[in-house]
């Protein structure tokens, strides 16, 4: 792989907490291993502070090799992506995931509007910048993805090629009105179902106080509930995020999270605690609040070049058990079929956590598509 060479960064009004701190290493077998003989790569924890926004981050590999960014969603931290980026990193890569606005050690403003996914993309953005700007590799993971697919469609120069893995682009903002005629009806009848597999998306913008507050009660237990691996007698049923309006609430009538332990074949110890301790500073709320913006998501959104169509390399990776964002036999997939040029769908025998849940096939299907494009 011929590593592109790094530009100094240089912007008025950076500020970058270079500190070397080193972020503590998963327990044994849970990455994905890289080369026999070769030690796992050292995640440094970072912050980037500009007038607008601090973004803190997790670095790894050399400086100089070709950049990759990493990109979270719901309801994570930028700690998912350990096992991928010790194996890229390895490979010669320069690794970058921060935490997203409202998570971790990054800003959390206060204001609904400001989780919107413009001010997101322009996070990102100023990051990319201070990293010197070279075309990226963008790796995204449910909220992630749909900000990787956002930069990439407004900023096309910042990417060599975007991954994509559980949620699909959506040209036109993933947002209510654009995922909720999408729904399989054979699954979830109009009567019975009206949001579909989006109800409990629905239930944010109708009881946005009451969801957080559930969540808040028990943020480990919310959290190790929330992370669960997937289950192939799940597919072609109704999701239960179908039926929280019903149940007044993601935990029904007892308005919090049951006593779970955390799945430590998800999250390696050391890495949920860290997680649970970053949301029991901060709560969901911020979290949550991506969910509030779908009229100016779409706006945002017809604001791209040629209507959003990506002509860089995508792969979509897709959880065969995901009963939320699987585009296997129904339409959720249409939009990016159209909207991308160069695109590529691989499946993993998985649910939504595919990061967590698949961790080396991830790395091997990226590799793989990574060589095939020339990339």
């Keep these: 792989m011929n590593a592109p060479s790094r530009p100094q960064a240089s912007a008025a009004g950076l500020t970058c907490d270079s500190r070397s701190t080193p972020v503590g290493t998963a327990a044994a077998g849970a990455s994905a291993s890289p080369a026999p003989g070769t030690p796992a790569a050292q995640l440094v924890s970072r912050n980037l502070s500009t007038p607008r926004h601090t973004t803190h981050y997790l670095e790894s590999g050399p400086a100089d090799g070709p950049l990759m960014m990493f990109l979270h969603g719901w309801p994570e931290l ?101 995922l909720v005629p999408l729904v399989d009806r054979a699954i979830y009848s109009v009567e019975r179902y009206p949001d579909g597999q989006w109800d409990y998306y629905r239930y944010y913008t109708t009881h946005f106080q009451a969801a957080v507050a559930d969540l808040d009660a028990d943020k480990a237990a919310s959290l190790a509930s929330i992370y669960r691996r997937g289950d192939p007698a799940a597919i072609g049923q109704p999701s239960p995020n179908a039926s929280v309006t019903r149940r007044g609430g993601r935990f029904g009538a007892a308005h919090r999270a049951p006593p779970t332990e955390p799945d430590p074949a998800l999250w390696p110890a050391a890495d949920f605690d860290a997680l649970a301790r970053a949301f029991d500073q901060n709560g969901f709320r911020a979290p949550c609040a991506w969910y509030l913006n779908d009229d100016a998501n779409i706006a945002y959104a017809r604001t791209a070049p040629n209507g959003g169509r990506i002509t860089q390399p995508v792969l979509f990776v897709n959880g065969d058990y995901d009963q939320i964002n699987s585009i296997s036999g129904n339409r959720l997939g249409d939009p990016m079929r159209a909207a991308c040029a160069d695109l590529s769908v691989t499946c993993l025998p998985g649910a939504h956590w595919l ?5 080396a096939e991830l790395v091997e299907i990226i590799r793989s598509w990574l060589h095939d494009k020339a990339l």
């Design 355 to 359: 990061p967590l849940e698949c961790k």
């Design 78 to 178: 930028s700690l998912i992506w350990r096992a991928q980026m010790e194996a890229f990193a390895a490979d010669g890569w320069h690794c970058i995931a921060p935490d997203m606005r409202g998570y971790g050690r990054s800003s959390a403003p206060a204001a609904i509007s400001a989780y919107a996914n413009e001010h997101v993309v322009t996070d990102m953005a100023e990051l990319h910048d201070h990293l010197g700007g070279q075309p990226a590799i963008w790796v995204g993971h449910d909220w992630g993805s749909v900000i990787a697919g956002a930069l990439v469609a407004h900023q096309p120069g910042r990417s060599r090629g975007v991954v994509l893995v559980s949620v699909p682009y959506f040209p036109d903002a993933n947002a209510l009105p654009t």
